[in-house]
């Protein structure tokens, strides 16, 4: 079977299973997600197997160190996996839920009702715990899903995914939910995003390069984000302490996520305050600094920053610095260069808040806390597939809710409209 013959096979397999899930009880798919628990949990040795396969090949191609990293399971990254299934499985369940009914000058009441988006490709690098992660939340929902790993780590992959079967199929459901493409081929992930009589949604967890491509070829609906390129601005009369807390946290907690600040903003006010306390802060945590010409009048050790430097999603120890006029020079700032991730002002003003939360157009937009907190666990949602930049569908992190639709329902009583 060629690749084409086969991705159409796990598309039409995926179709007739999301029916079914889709129609399954709550305890259904909660008894799919423990069962499949149990079964990653007595298949450690065939998991390890599997993977030191994937890690001896990686080798010898020569990957690098952070990919090989990522590649690897570990006994305590199989028990996060484990967690990761007991958490989502306690999760509400959004499917079929009823919402804003009301009763209608006729009679009738309507109201509309959460439903599974049907089948979901998701499309990843390296990690193959995101297998466990991506499965989970899209059979909570009550979808199925087509998932598409790093070739990389296929082996990995395909044993997690039989566990994941047998979960299915021990809680009576179709083991065709869950669906891993068992080739290395690239050509499938090309007709994986063009074939929208199967799959439904589509999406990328990667890259910069591999999310555009995605989004550039696809022919389905696909849920992304490019980039984070995400803004802490410290207002003028803000809390020092709480300023250097927040704008040391956003950046140096972890370098290499979405929500990771990537450029400081700073009112004309306080830069003479802020600027050498942060300098301090971020020389000791080895931060590099690169700063508009006033950033530089106040720290000669900064680099002068490029234009460039203002769009860069630096995922490292790299900070671009901007002292701006007022809250108004912020926000211009923000809508030129912001990739529309996330966005924190530190202040103690109500109203510049609240105009900073209306009038700044972010997926995520904060006040006086760290862009760290854009996440779908830190929010509440239990788990996330992703973050979503667009506005259409979901924005922010993606959680059940956000791997769900809506339709309309109506409730009468013999009603006839006249």
């Known amino acids: 079977m060629d690749v084409e013959q086969y991705m159409e096979e796990l598309g039409r397999r995926a179709r007739a299973a999301s029916r079914e899930v889709a129609a399954s009880s709550t305890r259904a798919r909660n008894d799919a997600l423990l069962a499949a628990r149990d079964a990653l949990d007595g298949a450690r040795a065939e998991l390890a197997a599997a993977n030191t396969a994937d890690l001896e090949r990686g080798a010898a191609n020569g990957l690098d160190a952070p990919l090989m990293d990522r590649l690897e399971l570990t006994e305590a990254r199989i028990d996060t996996m484990l967690e990761g299934l007991t958490q989502v499985a306690s999760l509400p369940d959004p499917v079929g ?25 998701i499309i990843y690098e390296s990690r193959p715990n995101v297998t466990v ?51 290395r081929d690239r050509a499938a992930v090309g007709r994986l995003i063009t074939m929208p009589e199967y799959v439904d949604v589509i999406v990328p967890r990667g890259g910069k390069g591999l999310i555009e491509r995605i989004s550039n070829d696809a022919r389905v609906p696909v849920i992304k984000h490019l980039d984070g390129t995400c803004h802490v601005y410290i207002d003028e ?32 006010a306080m830069a003479a305050a802020m600027l050498p306390r942060l300098f301090r802060a971020y020389q000791a945590a080895g931060v590099e600094l690169r700063g508009c010409e006033r950033t530089r009048a106040i720290l000669p050790a900064a680099t002068a920053a490029s234009e460039q430097d203002w ?37 103690r003003d109500h109203g510049r808040a609240m105009r900073f ?46 791997l769900t639709s809506v339709k309309y329902v109506v409730l009468g009583e013999g009603q006839v409209r006249s």
């Open 133 to 183: 992660e991506a499965a989970s939340l899209c059979l909570k929902s009550g979808n199925a899903t087509i998932l598409r790993g790093g070739s990389e780590a296929l082996d990995s992959n395909m044993a997690i995914a039989r566990c994941l079967n047998q979960g299915l199929e021990q809680a009576g459901l179709p083991a065709a939910a869950v669906q891993v493409v068992e080739t």
């Open 357 to 402: 939360l209306r009038e700044v157009d972010s997926s995520s937009v904060m006040v006086n806390a760290s862009t760290r907190f854009a996440d779908g666990f830190e929010y509440g949602l239990g788990a996330e597939i992703g973050i979503s930049t667009d506005k259409l569908h979901a924005r922010g992190p993606v959680g059940l809710e956000g």
């Open 237 to 268: 009369g803000a809390d020092e302490d709480m300023a250097e807390a927040i704008a040391i946290n956003a950046k140096t907690q972890r370098y290499g996520t979405c929500n990771t600040m990537e450029t400081l903003l700073v009112h004309e």
């Open 97 to 121: 839920s009823i919402f804003d009914m009301n009763t209608m000058p006729s009679g009738i009441q309507v109201g509309r009702m959460r439903v599974p988006l049907g089948v979901i490709g």
């Open 311 to 347: 769009y860069e999603e630096y995922l490292g120890p790299i900070l671009a610095v901007r002292v701006v006029d007022d809250l108004e020079a912020a926000m211009d700032h923000i809508d030129r260069y912001s990739s529309r991730h996330t966005e924190s002002i530190v202040t």
